[in-house]
């Protein structure tokens, strides 16, 4: 009986039992943050499947024409993939030109995103829209497209260059197909006159 109590009172042994009852507590605070850590097998495949594209295409090149037969609108991209289980396809140095106003306009860029069959699409990284006659460039980092409407907005800042006026703002409506636009704030331009 003395020895049994002296093992009992003993720091060691307590020391044991208090590890041996800490266990489960330990168990339910790490196993969580583990498996967090570390998805399962399935779950890392579904995940690379929906991240990777079903299909994807190169030198893609489009036309579209209005009821009457005359072409409203063309659209080129290096190359465009399509994501699985969406309606997304994202583009590589996609470009367009409107050909249904008096004065064309192009707009490029380095990446774009397509939603749709092209109701809108979404511009960014130096993205550039310029008219044909070379009177007026548009640059500003993202622009949101709706080709069907002839309409293009951004609230980035943008920048318009054209017949000596240098214009700076943050924010863009643009009417393409009217050559109408709505500097939305921070507006900025500064006209240079033609010397004789």
Do not use: C
Not at 31 to 60: C, F, G, I
Not at 161 to 175: K, W
């Amino acid at each position: 009986m003395n020895n049994r109590r002296r093992i009992l009172d003993h720091p060691l042994f307590r020391l044991l039992v208090l590890g041996v009852l800490s266990i489960p507590l330990v168990l339910m605070i790490t196993t969580p943050r583990q498996k967090a850590q570390k998805p399962d097998a399935l779950q890392q495949l579904v995940e690379q499947q929906v991240s990777e594209p079903d299909s994807y295409m190169t030198q893609l090149h489009l036309k579209r024409f209005t009821a009457d037969g005359t072409l409203e609108y063309e659209f080129h991209s290096r190359r465009a993939s399509r994501q699985a289980n969406t309606t997304l396809s994202f583009l590589n140095e996609p470009r367009m030109v409107f050909l249904d106003s008096s004065t064309p306009w192009s707009l490029e860029s380095n990446f774009g995103k397509l939603h749709g069959t092209g109701q809108t699409v979404e511009l960014w990284d130096s993205v550039h829209a310029y008219r044909a006659d070379d009177s007026m460039h548009i640059h500003t980092s993202a622009l949101t497209l709706y080709p069907e409407r002839d309409y293009a907005e951004t609230d980035r800042a943008v920048t318009i260059d054209g017949n000596g006026t240098h214009t700076e703002a943050v924010g863009l409506e643009a009417y393409l197909n009217e050559s109408r636009m709505r500097l939305l704030s921070d507006v900025r331009s500064i006209h240079e006159t033609k010397r004789p």
